[in-house]
């Protein structure tokens, strides 16, 4: 499982900015692992105060995904930095609507608009 872990989690830091890749569903046999591995790659990465999720590979996300993301965004908050997510489909804004999640993480269409904010 591990493997399969570390194919579908790559992370991508520029200066202060990450980019977070997940490729595959993100739900309950899977979350949290995904965090925690995500967690890991970034604490080594103290000049990182900008994440960005992209969702650009994530067919589906339950409400353990949404764990996930809400997780990451309090980490980086520790840290005094920021989190948004980029290239949600259609089936996943859905879920950021009925959740509200949109209120505290800014969602963007695509990862050049993400990186470029702020």
Do not use: H
Request: charged share 30%.
């Amino acid at each position: 499982m591990l493997e399969l872990l570390e194919e579908s989690l790559e992370l991508l830091v520029e200066k202060n900015t990450a980019v977070l890749k997940f490729d595959g569903e993100v739900i309950f046999d899977n979350s949290n692992q995904l965090k925690e591995e995500a967690k890991e790659r970034l604490k080594g990465k103290t000049e990182v105060d900008k994440l960005i999720i992209d969702l650009s590979k994530v067919p589906y996300l339950d409400s353990s995904g949404v764990g996930v993301l809400l997780s990451l965004f309090k980490f980086m908050r520790t840290r005094e930095g920021s989190l948004a997510i980029a290239e949600p489909n259609a089936k996943i804004r859905r879920v950021f609507d009925v959740t509200k999640m949109t209120e505290i993480i800014p969602v963007y269409m695509s990862l050049e608009e993400a990186v470029n904010q702020n």
